[in-house]
């Protein structure tokens, strides 16, 4: 138990200091100013040539947004996620240790090319955030969590980041396992994630762009606004377009659905008028009996 408290002490720590570095230290591999500098330059696209030119600039949830993109990718990460992962990896390690596993990594890739290995790296988490996501719609007890990225009534860039923390959680542990068992380990994973960052700014933003014939293999913010369908095709009972940064997924297994444009459609979910708008109150609210 002192080796896991240590590990949480450490944790804690660490994240501050590696906060601190990086707001004090721009450089070219700083996540905190690409985060602020793809923010800036998405919300420049969406004033400039907005798909929905009535939607105010500043526009419902705006700053509820803006908040979550404080806790979920800052505070959240230095009070508990980022202690949480290391004690997991810690506790996993130590249970493969007990069967005299030193690891679980059953294909090597470090010999690759750097550029093959980031893009293995990419389709794996790509396609695995993408079964979660769908996992998300079809399991109540996950839906209530995911409810809170899907009561967005209007749509922004800064929508990407309303997500309650525990879905965080979810995805990075489910991705953790066949990332793992393929020796992943390359300090490039930046380039891989800040670019899923970028394509999910412009998911939910207020651009009308499909990208043409590359709108079958990436998400776009013509395909994702009917991700926040308010109501879903008969055929589609739990939603569809499930993809995150690809799109190519939803195609090959009969979930994509891009009808007509969807710029005037109505977004949220059945019921969301009754659902909390704060975000102390959504922050709970999964954990509530629902009333019947």
């Known amino acids: ?14 994240y501050w200091d590696y906060l601190v570095y990086e707001i004090s230290n721009p450089s070219w591999t700083n996540y905190f100013y690409w985060l602020i500098g793809l ?17 105010p600039i500043f526009r419902k949830g705006f700053w509820l947004d803006a908040f979550y993109i404080l806790f979920n990718f800052f ?17 996993f390690d130590d249970f493969l240790s007990s069967f005299g596993i030193n690891n679980i990594v059953a294909i090597e890739v470090q010999s690759l090319p750097e550029w093959s290995q980031l893009l293995i790296m990419f389709l794996i988490a790509d396609f695995v955030q993408w079964n979660v996501h769908r996992l998300l719609h079809r399991v109540s007890w996950l839906w209530k969590f995911h409810k ?13 980041f ?30 891989v994630h800040m670019f899923a960052v970028f394509v999910g700014h ?33 055929q589609f009972k739990y939603g569809m377009n499930f993809g995150l940064t690809l799109s190519i997924w939803d195609y090959l297994f009969g979930t994509a659905h891009v009808p007509k444009s969807g710029r005037n459609l109505e977004i949220g979910f059945q019921g969301d008028e009754s659902f909390p ?3 102390w109150q959504q922050l709970i609210y999964p954990f509530q009996k629902e009333s019947k």
């Open 1 to 14: 138990m002192e080796k896991y408290i240590d590990i949480i002490i450490e944790s804690f720590i660490g």
């Open 39 to 55: 923010s800036l330059m998405v919300f420049t696209l969406e004033i400039i040539i907005p798909w929905r030119k009535k939607q």
């Open 75 to 91: 505070l959240f990460s230095l009070v508990g996620y980022n202690a949480l992962s290391n004690v997991g990896v810690a506790l």
């Open 148 to 160: 809170v990225h899907h009561s967005v009534k209007e749509m922004g860039f800064a929508a990407q």
């Open 162 to 191: 309303r997500f309650h923390f525990l879905e965080t959680i979810v995805y990075k542990t489910i991705q953790y396992i066949p990332l793992a068992m393929i020796g992943f380990g390359i300090q490039e994973f930046f380039i």
């Open 202 to 234: 412009l998911n939910h933003a207020n651009l009308g762009w499909s990208y043409g014939y590359l709108g079958y293999i990436f998400n776009n913010p013509r395909m994702h606004i009917w991700h926040h369908a308010k109501e879903f095709p008969k």
């Open 277 to 279: 708008k704060t975000f």
